[in-house]
């Protein structure tokens, strides 16, 4: 069983960054990849970053990009979502996911999921 759970969460004043962090423990595959989505207050859930395991292609939605970074640290089974120039839109809570084979657009394609860190930016 896999178990993947997110820190570095908070309250930031808008422009200021954040590093995220999902820690995976547990079997995984060879080729995987960890996204992470986000959903707002009354919104549905969305694909913010996305890291594959075998040659570390990476993805990021139009809303993010130049601001987020993803990495991966394979010695500590972790991947990181570093927030920049955050904004109010930018609040929600965000979660890391694990599929089997590379990137994927759909959540529903995504097989485990942790529990959430709430990102709230804010003045």
Do not use: H, M
């Not at 960054?17 to 995976?24: F, G, I, K, Q, V």
Request: charged letters at 20%; proline letters at 3%.
């Amino acid at each position: 069983q896999l178990q993947l759970v997110e820190s570095g969460g908070g309250l930031v004043q808008p422009g200021g960054s954040l590093r995220l962090s999902c820690a995976a423990s547990g079997y995984t595959l060879d080729y995987y990849a960890i996204g992470w989505f986000r959903q707002a207050p009354g919104k549905e859930r969305e694909g913010v970053s996305c890291i594959s395991s075998s040659d570390e292609s990476t993805y990021y939605a139009d809303s993010v990009k130049g601001r987020f970074t993803i990495s991966r640290d394979n010695a500590k089974n972790t991947v990181y979502l570093q927030v920049n120039s955050l904004k109010p839109e930018d609040t929600a809570v965000y979660y890391c996911a694990y599929t089997a084979g590379g990137c994927r657009p759909s959540q529903y394609e995504y097989e485990y999921w942790g529990q959430g860190t709430q990102v709230t930016v804010s003045s």
